[in-house]
T-cell receptor
Framework: KQEVTQIPAALSVPEGENLVLNCSFT??????LQWFRQDPGKGLTSLLL?????REQTSGRLNASLDKSSGRSTLYIAASQPGDSATYLC??????????FGGGTRVLVKP | EAQVTQNPRYLITVTGKKLTVTCSQN?????MSWYRQDPGLGLRQIYY???????DKGDVPEGYKVSRKEKRNFPLILESPSPNQTSLYFC????????????FGSGTRLTVV
């Protein structure tokens, strides 16, 4: 059974610092890995999707890497802003379209 | 705009009063799923559907029903809601396979008193 872990559970950084968010998974037989952002009490917004054959994906200040052999994905957010404060979730999609979520990392960017 | 639409966004109800949360997607996705999100427990899958008339249990199906009569709609039914079903619910859709991620609805905050 796939297990997805995000450490740390919470992170606080000063504005302008780069953010590094970690996601690890136990079963490397994934279709893809997706990063989401969630504001308190709100829905999940998809940030980046990395297919299993890809090593990374970029969108603006966001860059996500995937290393299937080590069971890790990392989301980098460059030059963080207070508006980046949110919870970030990673999720792996595998056979049967099953989506398994990590517990999330709650990020606070201080002005 | 490609989206998953859930209704209602907020609902307060009493124990035992049947309710339905609707979910509709306009992307012609085959796969749809329901999740609940609770503090400390994360997102857990309730039910999913691979296509019309094909549904199956997820990790926490007790107390819920679903149906998939049309490709675009996937309602979640609580026949006799109880306080332990107070939660934030999300509907999601996707195409099967490696290339496709999930699109989530905005969520339904359900409170059962």
């Amino acid at each position: 059974k796939q297990e997805v872990t995000q450490i740390p559970a919470a992170l606080s950084v000063p504005e302008g610092e780069n953010l590094v968010l970690n996601c690890s998974f136990t079963d490397s037989a994934i279709y893809n890995l997706q990063w989401f952002r969630q504001d308190p009490g709100k829905g999940l917004t998809s940030l980046l999707l990395i297919q299993s054959s890809q090593r990374e994906q970029t969108s603006g200040r966001l860059n996500a890497s995937l290393d299937k052999s080590s069971g890790r994905s990392t989301l980098y957010i460059a030059a963080s802003q207070p508006g980046d404060s949110a919870t970030y979730l990673c999720a792996s999609k595998a056979a049967g379209n099953k989506l398994t979520f990590g517990g999330g990392t709650r990020v606070l960017v201080k002005p | 705009e490609a989206q998953v639409t859930q209704n209602p966004r907020y609902l307060i109800t009493v124990t035992g009063k049947k309710l339905t949360v609707t979910c509709s997607q306009n992307m012609n996705h085959e796969y749809m799923s329901w999740y609940r999100q609770d503090p400390g427990l994360g997102l857990r899958q309730i039910y999913y559907s691979m296509n019309v008339e094909v549904t199956d249990k997820g990790d926490v199906p007790e107390g819920y029903k679903v149906s998939r009569k049309e490709k675009r709609n996937f309602p979640l039914i609580l026949e006799s809601p109880s306080p332990n079903q107070t939660s934030l619910y999300f509907c999601a859709s996707s195409r099967p396979g490696l290339d496709y991620g999930y699109t989530f609805g905005s969520g339904t905050r359900l409170t059962v008193v």
